[in-house]
């Protein structure tokens, strides 16, 4: 594995005050602890930690620095970003022992195009992106790779198909699912009501005909319903003729 070197200064003014000023200049507050030792108060450019934090989290990184700071080989343990601005805020250095060994999350890199999802039209799920490992700090790898090149609809990988270089334990469940292949997500199409759709554009009882259009009777036989049609006679119909009243 390849070791970065990283400058860092010490940094003195450790309160909230003292972090901000160092952000407005794009200088990021950073602390490293662990070897048996005190732990320090840092301070790292902002351009510097960006370009080891594009090569990975597992790098083992030789920090330098003056005003009486010794060299130490660290792993960079955890950062912190700003949710909005994505700039970082905070970093915390581990120091290692290039003679003990230390658990580390590797990536896993997925190669090939399987089978299934090429030809057969599968989804190919990736449930495992990362697996724990155990080794020398000089002897981490950047990731391991699994190929999924022969992989059919319903086969799967496990961790315990992963090669591992020598000297790299594994930590995680062997048993567990890496990746696998599934079946084509078929979309059910909406259930059509044959009796809904049988009514349809039948007139509702009840409901009101459209201007112009006829009305029925009691009998069901349509009468004119427009202005200046016949009207029906009056109940009791004509008056004779001398009735009283003429």
């Given at each position: 594995?390849?070791?970065l070197e990283l400058?860092?200064?010490l940094?003195?003014n450790?309160?909230?005050s003292?972090?901000?000023k160092?952000?407005?200049?794009?200088?990021?507050?950073?602390?490293?602890?662990?070897?048996?030792?005190?732990?320090?108060a840092l301070?790292?450019?902002?351009?510097?930690?960006?370009?080891v934090l594009?090569?990975?989290t597992?790098?083992?990184i030789d920090?330098?620095?003056?005003?009486?700071?010794k060299g130490?080989?660290v792993?960079?343990?955890?950062?912190?970003?700003?949710?909005l601005?994505?700039?970082?805020?905070h970093?915390?250095?581990y120091e290692?022992d290039?003679?003990?060994?230390?658990?580390?999350?590797?990536?896993?890199?997925?190669?090939?195009?399987?089978?299934?999802?090429e030809q057969?039209?599968?989804?190919?799920?990736v449930?495992?992106r990362?697996?724990?490992?155990?080794c020398?700090?000089?002897a981490i790898?950047?990731?391991?790779?699994?190929d999924v090149?022969?992989?059919?609809?319903g086969?799967?990988l496990?961790i315990?198909?992963l090669?591992?270089?020598?000297g790299?334990e594994l930590?995680?469940?062997?048993?567990q699912?890496?990746?696998?292949?599934?079946?084509?997500r078929?979309?059910?199409?909406p259930?059509?009501?044959?009796?809904?759709?049988?009514?349809?554009?039948?007139a509702?009882e009840g409901e009101a005909?459209?201007?112009?259009?006829?009305?029925?009777?009691?009998?069901g036989?349509?009468?004119p319903d427009?202005?200046?049609d016949?009207?029906p006679e009056?109940?009791?119909?004509?008056k004779?003729?001398?009735?009283?009243g003429d």
């Open positions: 594995m390849e070791r400058e860092v200064n940094r003195e450790v309160g909230k003292g972090a901000r160092l952000r407005a200049a794009g200088v990021v507050p950073a602390v490293v602890y662990g070897g048996g030792k005190d732990s320090l301070s790292v450019d902002e351009r510097a930690l960006g370009a594009r090569r990975g597992n790098q083992i920090l330098k620095g003056g005003d009486g700071f130490r080989l792993l960079l343990k955890e950062y912190q970003r700003d949710p601005s994505r700039r970082v805020m970093c915390d250095f290692v290039t003679k003990q060994k230390i658990d580390v999350q590797v990536p896993v890199l997925v190669i090939g195009k399987s089978k299934g999802v057969q039209g599968g989804v190919l799920d449930v495992q990362e697996v724990a490992v155990k020398l700090p000089l790898p950047d990731s391991l790779t699994i090149s022969e992989l059919d609809i086969d799967a496990h315990s198909d090669v591992l270089p020598e790299v930590m995680t469940d062997p048993e699912t890496l990746v696998h292949v599934a079946a084509p078929i979309e059910e199409e259930e059509v009501d044959e009796e809904a759709e049988a009514l349809e554009g039948v509702v005909p459209a201007e112009g259009e006829a009305k029925p009777d009691a009998k036989e349509a009468k427009a202005k200046g016949a009207k009056a109940k009791g119909g004509a004779p003729e001398g009735s009283a």
